[in-house]
Each structure stands twice: as structure tokens, then as C-alpha cells.
């Protein structure tokens, strides 16, 4: 038996748009419950969400039935952390500050077995291969790694067509709010430049042949980037939908002047 097909990897070949959630509660019952609500995938961050490798494992966990695709994000590329998540179970990895062709190389070799890669092997210990009973992990496992790299910086920018070259890169995703930051329009990720240089950099990818992602939190500007043919979009966050909901809820009730409780519903 092979290694699990990887679904997202699939779709991104079929050329048509996979919209997503960012997850950054840090919590699996959290990601149990938008795990329901049918996005194609999910991006289970590790970089800005208070995440380890254990908490990590019981999100994918928390995932695993549902029809969402986990997305990791990892706080860094380095090789020994690479390793673990994909034991405990990751297919699919968003790597942050790729600005490179090189670094983009050791990236992927890290996420292959040898001869193709040094990521070490620990099958038989690990959740990847159901701890051993997937008997044909270890020679199709690299096929269904899907590693996508995040573009953040204006010398990634201009480095996209040499990373997209790099053999096993499958997808490059453009961060508007590092990006924006390293244009001198730090926390205004929506600027007209930061905007441009965005749409700019996604065309660039989609010519390439990768597929192209980013995060569009406003509906007009995941309107336009969808309409660019972007692959992989995110489309919010789970603390931004529980901010918005719990503040929407509490604003119903401060308007009409009722105490809470008093509004007469169940």
C-alpha cells in the first residue's frame, strides 16, 4: 500500500482555484469545528500562532476525517524541523522568507528521502506510514509531498522565475504583510504598491507553470486575485471570524440597548 494520496497536490494540477482558512487558534477543537464548514484546505500556522510540533500533531489529528486539506507552516525551513512534521503525518508545507534558488534547493531536499534528499527515516516510528502498516511509505512517499515556498520580501520577488525553476517546488505563495513591511508600508498590506506588487508577483509565478498562492482577507482583493487565476487563496482567518462574530454579536445588543439576556430569544 502506498502513501496517501496527497488531494491538494492533485488539485493544484487541475488548474482550478482552492479557497482556504487560515488556523491559528493553536487549538484541535478549534480545528475540528472549521475542519466541518468545507474549505479545500487549511493552513495550520506555526509561525505566528503559538503552535509546537505536538500541537501541530493533534490539529491534523482533529482534521484528519473531514474533506480539508492541512497546509503546515512552518516558523522556519530547517531541516530537522522539517523531519518531524512530515513523521507526524504533514504532506503539504508552507515554507516562510524564501528569497532564493538555493535556499529553495535545500528545502526540498530536505522534505525528500535519500537519494533525492536527507530527510532521515524513521517510518516505522512515525504517524506518515501509520507506524509501518503503509509497508510502501518509504518509495512513494515523495511523490505526494507538496512543498510550497513563501515569497515576503521585494528580493524574493525579484527572485521568483529562479525559485519556480528548482525541481519539486510545487507552489510559491506571496505574504502581503512581510511584503509589505519590507516596501516601507509596514501594517498597510492593502497600499496601492504592496497591492500591485502582489497581483505583479502572482502573474509572474502562473507564467512559470507553479502553482501561485496568497492570503486575501478583504472580499475585493480575493475577488481580484482569484480572477488572476490564482490556485491557493486564503480567504480568512479563524481569529478574525471569531473576532468579527463575537464583536457583530455585542454590537446587536449594545445598539438596541438591551442588557444581555433581555433580548426575549433562547
Known amino acids: 500500500m502506498p502513501a496517501p494520496t496527497n488531494a491538494f497536490k492533485q488539485r493544484l494540477k487541475s488548474g482550478s482555484a482552492q479557497i482556504g482558512l ?23 500556522d506555526g509561525e505566528h500562532a503559538p503552535n509546537d510540533v505536538p500541537l501541530l500533531l493533534s490539529q491534523l489529528q482533529a482534521v484528519a476525517t473531514s474533506s480539508s486539506h492541512p497546509v503546515v507552516r512552518l516558523p522556519i525551513g530547517e531541516t530537522w524541523l522539517i523531519k518531524q512534521v512530515l513523521d507526524i503525518g504533514a504532506q503539504t508545507l508552507l515554507i516562510p522568507m524564501v528569497e532564493g534558488a538555493e535556499q529553495a534547493r535545500e528545502l526540498v531536499r530536505a522534505t525528500r528521502y535519500p537519494p533525492h534528499g536527507i530527510r532521515g527515516v524513521g517510518a516505522a516510528l512515525a504517524r506518515a506510514s501509520g507506524f509501518n502498516r503503509v509497508t510502501d511509505y518509504l518509495p512513494t ?6 512543498l510550497l515556498l513563501q515569497i515576503e520580501t521585494l528580493k524574493g520577488l525579484a527572485a521568483i ?20 513591511a519590507d516596501m516601507g508600508h509596514l501594517g498597510n498590506p492593502a497600499y496601492r504598491d504592496v497591492r500591485a506588487a502582489v497581483e505583479d508577483g502572482l502573474n509572474r509565478i502562473k507564467a512559470t507553470g507553479r502553482a501561485s498562492g496568497t492570503l486575501a482577507t478583504t472580499f475585493d ?11 491557493f487563496v486564503a480567504v480568512g482567518t479563524d481569529v478574525s471570524l471569531l473576532m468579527r462574530g463575537g464583536a457583530d454579536l455585542l454590537r446587536r445588543f449594545k445598539q438596541d440597548g438591551k442588557e444581555p439576556g433581555k433580548s426575549g430569544g433562547y
Open 221 to 231: 482583493f480575493a475577488d481580484a486575485v482569484l480572477g488572476l487565476g490564482t490556485d
Open 141 to 146: 512517499a515523495n511523490d505526494e509531498i507538496c
Open 161 to 180: 522565475e529562479e525559485i519556480a525553476a528548482v525541481e519539486g517546488v510545487d507552489g510559491l505563495f506571496i505574504g502581503p504583510s512581510d511584503l509589505a
Open 22 to 44: 487560515w488556523v491559528a487558534l493553536a487549538n484541535p477543537y478549534s480545528a475540528e469545528v472549521v475542519a466541518g464548514l468545507g474549505f479545500e484546505w487549511l493552513l495550520l
